[in-house]
């Protein structure tokens, strides 16, 4: 597991705990079994895999910050799509499964509704590196699995990482009224319903290539806040936001991720909107 402290990261190795041997990688020491293990260096990805020969790899490490990605083009690049090349070239060496975690980002937004078969255009710098990365994961045929996320919602399991609820809250709780695009669709999965999906494609050798994850039906970032406002009691703290914020990183309107082919793989129901909010405040959902 590398990126195991992120947001994704770590509700995947809640989920993988219970079926799977487990063994961390992280740019620095976490106190679990495992190993330091910086992404954009090779020889320290090469060191990695040589300490606990892995059998199968979820790479959950990114730089997933859109804005700053934008900002520092370069060391996006470096974690999203060359640590991914680093890491791929370690699992094609040592005969490993590899699964990367990719983004609705890869596409432009102009359409509603894309399936893994769609061409990628992204719009954004994070996008992009991310579409390339794709590239170099899905050259490993067979052993690896690409799993796009429009956005992954939930509470952290731990401070440090990029939670848009913690975050919302945060705001929230100061008396902050935030603004939301009225504009930009997403169909949102929380972390729990993420890691249990994540482990069982991974787990079935048979299965390969992209798979988009997802709720089943859409829903705008502005009527998604509201939902969560009202939820965590912080009612009329929302606004709708009409024209782009200057200096955002550009993002697609429509990120709409379809999920029938994920349906053909997997035991596990496709929850609604409905039922993704839910299970954010109801881990055990």
């Not at 939902?227 to 606004?239: C, D, F, I, N, W």
Request: charged share 20%; glycine share 10%; aromatic share 6%.
């Amino acid at each position: 597991m590398i990126g195991s402290r992120g947001f994704l990261g770590s509700y995947a190795t809640q989920a993988a705990r219970q079926e799977f041997e487990i063994s961390e990688g992280n740019r620095s020491p976490t106190g679990q079994p495992g190993v330091v293990i910086d992404v954009r260096d090779e020889d320290s990805v090469k060191a990695g895999f040589q300490a606990v020969h892995p059998d199968l790899v979820l790479l959950c490490s990114a730089m997933s910050d859109i804005d700053r990605c934008e900002q520092f083009p370069d060391e996006a690049k470096a974690v999203n799509l060359h640590g991914a090349e680093h890491v791929a070239h370690a699992c094609a060496r040592g005969n490993a499964r590899l699964m990367f975690i990719s983004t609705g980002a890869v596409f432009d937004g102009r359409k509603h509704g894309y399936t893994e078969e769609d061409p990628v255009c992204p719009v954004s710098v994070y996008g992009e590196t991310k579409a390339m990365a794709e590239k170099s994961v899905l050259a490993l045929g067979s052993s690896a699995i690409v799993v796009r996320i429009a956005l992954a919602i939930g509470f952290a399991p731990h401070a440090g990482t990029n939670s848009l609820l913690d975050g919302l809250k945060k705001k929230w709780a100061s008396g902050q009224v935030v603004a939301l695009p009225v504009n930009e669709q997403r169909n949102p999965i929380d972390g729990v319903t993420a890691g249990r999906c994540m482990f069982e494609l991974l787990g079935k050798k048979d299965t390969c290539g992209i798979f988009h994850l997802g709720c089943a039906d859409p829903i705008t970032r502005y009527d998604l806040g509201l939902k969560l406002a009202s939820r965590m009691g912080y009612p009329g703290q929302v606004e709708p936001q009409w024209a782009p914020i200057p200096g955002r990183a550009p993002r697609g309107p429509d990120h709409y991720l379809l999920t029938d082919k994920l349906r053909t793989v997997s035991a596990i129901p496709i929850p609604t909107c409905e039922q993704v909010i839910e299970r954010c405040f109801n881990v055990s959902a």
